[in-house]
T-cell receptor, first 112, second 112 residues
Framework: GESVGLHLPTLSVQEGDNSIINCAYSNSASDYFIWYKQESGKGPQFIIDIRSNMDKRQGQRVTVLLNKTVKHLSLQIAATQPGDSAVYFCAERRSNNNDMRFGAGTRLTVKP | EAQVTQNPRYLITVTGKKLTVTCSQNMNHEYMSWYRQDPGLGLRQIYYSMNVEVTDKGDVPEGYKVSRKEKRNFPLILESPSPNQTSLYFC???????????FGEGSRLTVL
């Protein structure tokens, strides 16, 4: 069936290292993807988005990569900081639909 | 301050007692949506609205109702709550359906 999923439910990294969070999607009709960060007790916050006509987009310390061939999305966080500890969700929007589908989330823990 | 406001933030109720969770946004956004978040399942969409008087079912609409009489408000109604509706609920809005979603702080509902 259609799904947005994550390869790993948890990720632990050392402060200062780079983090890579992965996401797989199964619907080739998806044309828009977003990464969200959810800190404990808060609602998800937008980090970065990418449209299907791109394969890479960079923000401040974050990069999203999109590989449409294998339907894979990744979020790279450079020089991970303790404040990056959170649950990260990928979400997709299918071009023939209006709703966003979210993955189950990956919990990132940054060790000092 | 641009925000999405949900109320109540916490609620404990009993089976069958009708309740409404309000959601209001002050950003003049057209698109609004309700999600529930359950452990291991991520965010699942309940209902969404493209504009005033336009609402559609998401992935898990059973047991819920919504209305969009005004652009800024999108209440979630549980006519006869049941224990399987115990969850963390998020309201979100965006300028357009394909835009960045702004989330509220969440409403934790427990149905006994």
């Amino acid at each position: 069936g259609e799904s947005v999923g994550l390869h790993l439910p948890t990720l632990s990294v050392q402060e200062g290292d780079n983090s890579i969070i992965n996401c797989a999607y199964s619907n080739s009709a998806s044309d828009y993807f977003i990464w969200y960060k959810q800190e404990s007790g808060k609602g998800p916050q937008f980090i970065i988005d990418i449209r299907s006509n791109m394969d890479k987009r960079q923000g401040q310390r974050v990069t999203v990569l999109l590989n449409k061939t294998v339907k894979h999305l990744s979020l790279q966080i450079a020089a991970t900081q303790p404040g990056d500890s959170a649950v990260y969700f990928c979400a997709e929007r299918r071009s023939n639909n209006n709703d966003m589908r979210f993955g189950a989330g990956t919990r990132l823990t940054v060790k000092p | 301050e641009a925000q999405v406001t949900q109320n109540p933030r916490y609620l404990i109720t009993v089976t069958g007692k009708k309740l409404t969770v309000t959601c209001s946004q002050n950003m003049n956004h057209e698109y609004m949506s309700w999600y529930r978040q359950d452990p291991g399942l991520g965010l699942r969409q309940i209902y969404y609205s493209m504009n005033v008087e336009v609402t559609d079912k998401g992935d898990v609409p059973e047991g819920y109702k919504v209305s969009r009489k005004e652009k800024r408000n999108f209440p979630l109604i549980l006519e006869s709550p049941s224990p399987n509706q115990t969850s963390l609920y998020f309201c979100a809005s965006s300028l357009f359906v394909s835009g960045e979603l702004f989330f509220g702080e969440g409403s934790r509902l427990t149905v006994l």
